[in-house]
């Protein structure tokens, strides 16, 4: 039989849909399963195998295309379909606020409140004490200026379309001065010149990269100049022979010739983490002190809330944005409201959410702590196999998220290398586990820190490399 005869007699043993429809309905597994997507599955994986069978790099068998092993892929393929796109994950890559894997964890209190509102309704825009419509901004207006000191605030869906609406609102069709070397790169491609072009402002940069000086915006401004906008570099640090003209500065400069000052602070911050023998960082309250109209910043960096941009600024400008259409379409949920209130409540007592808010307790961990938790790892996994070869090791944590720059956070990672098994193949197998395991590879080796790992995380990631010891063996 020639190779073109054996493929077309595969295709033609291929089962047919209604016949593993039929396999299919005396199977308890597919009980549940929408008819439409059992279709869809079996469709999928018949043009799968008439694909690899066409296919000379493969090598096909009839086993391949029984009925009972086709069956067990559709099976495989309605669980991959059902299965939640979104899960959770375990980061042992010690960049704190990681982007890619959701940013800040929430606290329990948070948690608890989200819970709370989800399964009931709520307040979202009802006025308790009037018994008349209300409006969502009010739910934590309150307690942003209590911890603040600003005059008002509002929140939206992140801090991007924040420095949005704040642009569209105080600036369209007219000048911001900016200086040249705060023209940044915000993530995904996203730059304030980008921004503030689609707002309609017309961008006015001043100085040079390294230096900017206050004589530069000075001579910038003309009359159709409506807004000086500061932004922190949070995420790049420029070093050597810089200089740049403080928000203070800024903030008279606009007093006098009467031009709104705004600050767009990033991953803003209301602790101070000097505190705490790391890198000083301007605070929200530092910013509101100095008197500009107008500051915005992330929730969900190093304030360790939910997704979501916050305006805090003169009871007059604000009452402008939230007036702009753009404000609605901008506007957060009630469970990123809840989340956030939960959040901001915390604050109050700055010991407590230090303690409480994940972000900054890692942020702030003592290296002792980090070694005992290693040492925990480093024996879970000396118990599974001989097979399994680990060691802690000094290494560099991260803030992430566009925070902290220069910041380097001494900490403890616990290496791993297993007989017969490659680096990559370990990276991709505990990034394949379910919860998956993000290290990454260093040195020839598999690298988890201490650090990002949850205390009750320790005990799951033992269970993924009893995963690999086992389908190694079984290899």
């Not at 819970?115 to 009037?130: H, I, M, P, R, T």
């Not at 290296?367 to 001989?386: C, H, P």
């Not at 790992?453 to 005990?459: C, M, P, T, V």
Request: charged share 25%; with cysteine; aromatic share 4%.
């Amino acid at each position: 039989m020639t190779i073109d005869e054996k493929k077309q007699k595969l295709l033609q043993l291929l089962p047919g849909v209604d016949h593993l429809l039929d396999m299919a309905a005396l199977e308890s597994f597919f009980c549940n399963t929408p008819r439409s997507l059992l279709v869809g599955s079996i469709q999928s994986v018949l043009e799968l195998l008439r694909n690899r069978i066409m296919d000379d790099r493969h090598e096909i068998t009839y086993l391949d295309i029984s009925d009972a092993l086709v069956l067990t892929k559709v099976k495989e393929k309605v669980s991959s379909v059902l299965a939640p796109r979104l899960i959770r994950t375990i980061n042992a890559t010690g960049v704190v606020v990681h982007t890619n894997l959701g940013r800040s964890l929430l606290s329990a209190a948070a948690v608890a409140n989200i819970v709370s509102v989800a399964q009931s309704y709520s307040n979202l825009e009802f006025d308790l004490l009037k018994g008349s419509r209300g409006s969502r901004h009010t739910i934590v207006e309150d307690i942003l200026c209590e911890l603040t000191g600003a005059e008002a605030a509002m929140v939206v869906n992140n801090n991007a379309g924040a420095v949005f609406v704040c642009l569209d609102t105080l600036a369209k069709g007219k000048k911001v001065i900016v200086s040249r070397g705060e023209l940044v790169e915000i993530g995904g491609s996203f730059r304030i010149p980008d921004v503030m072009a689609k707002s309609g402002a017309i961008l006015k940069e001043v100085g040079t990269t390294n230096r900017t000086h206050k004589k530069d915006y000075e001579f910038a401004i003309e009359d159709d100049t409506s807004l000086l906008l500061k932004v922190h570099t949070s995420n790049y640090s420029i070093v050597g022979f810089t200089a740049n003209v403080s928000l203070n500065e800024l903030v008279c400069l606009g007093n006098k010739y009467n031009i709104p000052v705004m600050e767009d602070l990033g991953s803003g911050s209301f602790i101070d983490f000097s505190r705490y023998g790391l890198l000083k960082e301007p605070t929200i309250q530092e910013s509101v002190m100095s008197g500009v109209d107008v500051v915005t910043f992330s929730g969900d960096k190093l304030l360790g809330g939910p997704q979501a941009g916050i305006i805090l600024g003169k009871k007059n400008i604000i009452d402008d944005i939230k007036q702009n259409p753009l404000a609605r379409a901008l506007r957060i949920d009630k469970f990123t409201l809840a989340a956030l209130e939960s959040t901001l409540c915390l604050y109050r007592d700055p010991e407590k959410a230090v303690e409480s808010i994940p972000t900054l307790k890692m942020l702030t961990r003592p290296l002792e702590e980090i070694q005992e938790k290693a040492g925990v790892l480093l024996k879970m996994l000396g118990d599974v196999s001989e097979n399994i070869h680990c060691e802690i090791i000094n290494h560099n944590s991260r803030a992430g998220g566009g925070a902290l720059p220069l910041l380097e956070l001494p900490s403890k990672c616990v290496s791993v290398k297993i007989d017969n098994v490659s680096v990559n193949q370990i990276e991709a197998m505990m990034r394949l586990n379910r919860p998956p395991v993000i290290g990454r590879i260093d040195d020839n080796r598999f690298i988890m820190d201490l650090r990002t790992i949850q205390d009750h995380e320790i005990a799951m990631i033992k269970d993924a490399f009893i995963k690999i010891i086992s389908k190694n063996k079984a290899g």
